[in-house]
C-alpha cells in the first residue's frame, strides 16, 4: 500500500472510531475519493437511525452521490475500516467505483460480533431452504412493467 492509500484508510478507520464513540452505530467507517479529494464519508448508522441499511459503505455511497449530482461512482475509490458485506457490495457495485480498499476482513468483524456467515449461506441456498420465507407470486402481471421500461423512450439506462 502507498502511502496515499494508508492515509485514506486511516481516514476511514477514524471516522469508524468517531462513529462508534458517539453512539452512532457500529465501528465501521467509509470514505469515497476522486481525484484526491474526498466526496463521501459516512460511519455506521444502523442504531442511531433505526435503519437496518446504514452500513458506512451505504451512507458514504448516497453521501458522495448526492455530493456529485450522480447515481454513479466512475472514477472514484472507496475506503471502509472493513470488508464490506453483502448488502454493501451490492450497494458497491451499483454505484461502480473504480477501486475498493478495505481494512479489517469479514472474519475480524465476525469475531467482534458482526458475523454476516448467514448472508453468505442464505445467497446460495434455494429459495425453498431459506431461514426467511421467499416466495414468488404475481410474475405474469409484474414482468409487463418490465415490458413497458424495455420501450420506453426516455429511460435513464444504468
Known amino acids: 500500500m502507498t502511502e496515499r492509500e494508508l492515509h485514506y484508510m486511516q481516514a476511514a478507520v477514524d471516522l469508524a472510531r468517531q462513529g462508534m464513540n458517539h453512539g452512532t452505530g457500529g465501528p465501521f467507517g467509509c470514505i469515497i475519493v476522486k481525484e484526491d479529494t474526498i466526496v463521501g464519508k459516512g460511519c455506521n448508522s444502523v442504531a442511531s437511525t433505526n435503519d437496518p441499511t446504514a452500513h458506512a459503505e451505504v451512507v458514504a455511497i448516497r453521501d458522495a ?4 449530482q450522480t447515481f454513479q461512482l466512475t472514477g ?15 450497494a458497491i457495485y ?3 467505483p473504480t477501486k475498493v480498499y ?7 468483524a465476525a469475531a467482534a460480533g458482526f458475523d454476516d456467515s448467514l448472508i453468505y449461506q442464505e445467497l446460495t441456498a434455494p429459495l425453498h431452504e431459506r431461514i426467511i420465507e421467499i416466495i ?11 415490458d413497458e421500461w424495455v ?8
Do not use: Q
Open 65 to 68: 452521490c448526492k455530493h456529485l
Open 76 to 90: 472514484c475509490e472507496i475506503y471502509t475500516s472493513c470488508e464490506p458485506c453483502p448488502m454493501c457490495m451490492g
Open 94 to 96: 451499483w454505484a461502480r
Open 102 to 108: 478495505f481494512g479489517a476482513t469479514r472474519h475480524d
Open 136 to 146: 414468488n407470486v404475481g410474475r405474469e402481471k409484474a414482468i409487463i412493467v418490465f
Open 151 to 158: 420501450v420506453k423512450p426516455d429511460r435513464i439506462s444504468y
